[in-house]
């Protein structure tokens, strides 16, 4: 497994942006589908985006034009651009990696690894 650590998260007005940073461990990430998620106070953990190692990416339907997933192989990043924040997307986002870039599982959370996540707070 692949050990991650999200940062960046923060509290910001809406329409403002934020990007957030997601660090891997070990000397595969570039072979690794990285997904986003967020968890909202009393809702599931839902999909956000992901990219696989080819560039390509799918965001959900609540953030598409909005939030933008990039990963930088060299430093062993991933990030979650967001911008045009909402007070809906308050949520604690997390990082996760999975060895497969099956979307219907992704987008069902099925990750091989997660972040311990980290707070957004979109202010109205």
């Known amino acids: 497994q692949v050990q991650l650590v999200e940062s960046g998260g923060g509290l910001v007005q809406a329409g403002g942006s934020l990007r957030l940073s997601c660090a891997a461990s070990?000397?595969?990430?570039?072979?690794?589908?990285m997904g986003w998620f967020r968890q909202a106070p009393g809702k599931e953990r839902e999909f956000v985006g992901t990219i696989g190692s080819g560039l390509t990416t799918y965001y959900a339907d609540s953030v598409k034009g909005r939030f933008t997933i990039s990963r930088d192989n060299g430093k062993n990043t991933v990030y979650l651009q967001m911008n045009s924040l909402k007070p809906e997307d308050t949520a604690v986002y997390y990082c996760a990696a999975n060895a497969n870039f099956l979307i219907a599982t992704i987008k069902k959370g099925v990750m091989d690894s997660w972040g311990k996540g980290t707070l957004v707070t979109v202010s109205s």
């Open positions: 070990g000397r595969t990430f570039s072979t690794y589908v």
